[in-house]
């Protein structure tokens, strides 16, 4: 994405957008969606592991913004079949973007509660940058996937633009959370990953917040 100036600061800014294809016992959860068109580069995933858009079980959204769940629509056309989840404040928002007929099931969107585990993936409730926005913490792996309650660029740890931010406050408390999680592996939604994750976003919760 690209972003001019005067948008998310002073400068323009440019950075990726990830969703994940994970593998899990029972089927393929996928993690966001993209801003939509991307359903190529999904597809290339799954060949790469050997899968196909049937095997895909659940469609995980980390949050109801268009970079995350702009794909969703296209996602389902294909793999119809999957469980669609979002954080229990943003599950409305997210249901109300899915076409008619690409839902197999209702209710479109099952709200992903804090706490709650699924295909071996643990949700984190971690709010601020959208009210419903949650974390997943694969525990057999010690990997969490971060969403947009913390990213990297250019090989350092930052936290989300300030204006794309609901709550800067919360989610300094839900940085917080994460850091006691202490995992093994961090992946962003923005911004590749970095090594020692976990010292990093202590480092980052150390020095001050953003101003608001």
Not at 96 to 106: L, N, R, V, W
Not at 141 to 148: C, I, N, R, T
């Amino acid at each position: 994405m690209h972003l001019p100036a005067g948008v998310a600061g002073p400068t323009e800014i440019s950075f990726d957008v990830r969703c994940f294809v994970l593998p899990v016992a029972e089927g393929i959860v996928v993690i966001d969606t993209g801003m939509g068109d991307n359903a190529t580069d999904i597809h290339r995933a799954l060949e790469r592991i050997g899968a196909g858009w049937d095997d895909i079980s659940d469609v995980v959204i980390t949050h109801a913004h268009a970079d995350h769940v702009g794909g969703l629509n296209e996602v389902l056309s294909r793999a119809g079949n999957a469980l669609v989840w979002a954080g229990e404040a943003d599950a409305g928002a997210v249901s109300a973007g899915i076409s008619s007929g690409t839902a197999t099931s209702e209710p479109k969107v099952r709200a992903a509660a804090d706490g709650a585990s699924f295909r071996g993936l643990r949700v984190i409730h971690t709010p601020g940058h959208t009210q419903g926005h949650i974390s997943l913490l694969h525990e057999g792996e010690g990997l969490l996937f971060a969403g947009d309650a913390v990213g990297t660029m250019n090989g350092v740890m930052v936290r989300p633009p300030v204006p794309f931010t609901a709550d800067p406050a919360e989610a300094e408390v839900s940085l917080r959370n994460l850091a006691r999680l202490s995992p093994r592996r961090m992946l962003f939604s923005h911004g590749a990953e970095i090594p020692d994750a976990a010292s990093r976003l202590r480092e980052l919760i150390e020095r001050s917040a953003p101003q608001q």
